[in-house]
């Protein structure tokens, strides 16, 4: 997962619910759970098809048994791999009814990026606009990535300018713009993590964290957008990163 960067004030633990009333976390069973009635309802055919691959899987299983005679290997085999097979499946309809919800929303792309997996560190709201354009910074093996959300002709000098800024101290460092979205040239938030997964690594793991420690001593520029957030809009969590 994304790194973010550390804030000097400590946030109080919300895992355990303890007398200050902080609620309990919930567990790994009623996050399944919570998901598969969302799934359910987003897609129904989602959860029957997952149910039909492990049946399949174990149904070959048994018919290996059958005909090798070897039951008690096959059955054994057949079992967790069957659980397996239709887990991946649930777990991508999920993954594809996610991206669907948070296609479109305000700081979809930021969500996505801070469920990045490797080394990345994102610092999200880097600069933006009154009218609700943000741009966010990832910095990882790649160099510097800028991802936009908002309007793209406003995008294109915000980003410019964020591009500018950084070089000041990025030096001969890459640095990638992206424009989250459905347009021409964007890139849709379902393809977002496996856009930046797929960019040349330019650096080693001593050049990002000197990248890092020159971006962080950089003056900062507007974190979010100034003014009120509009009425009802939510910052959405992203979807669990897929391992490469």
Known sequence: MAKQPKDTKSAPSTDAKGKDGTKKAPGRIKQIGLVAKVVHKQSPKSIPIAAGVALLVLALAVLGGFLTGAWLYWIVMGIPVAFLAGFV????????????MLDGQLGAGMAVLENMRGNWTVEPGVTGSRQMDIVHRAVGKPGVVLVGEGSPDRLKGIIANEKKRVARVAFNTPIYDIQVGSGEGQVPISKLQRHLTKLPRNLNKAEVSELRYRLKAMPASMQMPKGPMPKGVKMPKGPKAQGR
């Open 89 to 100: 499946v649930f777990t991508r309809s999920a993954q594809r009814i996610q991206y669907k």
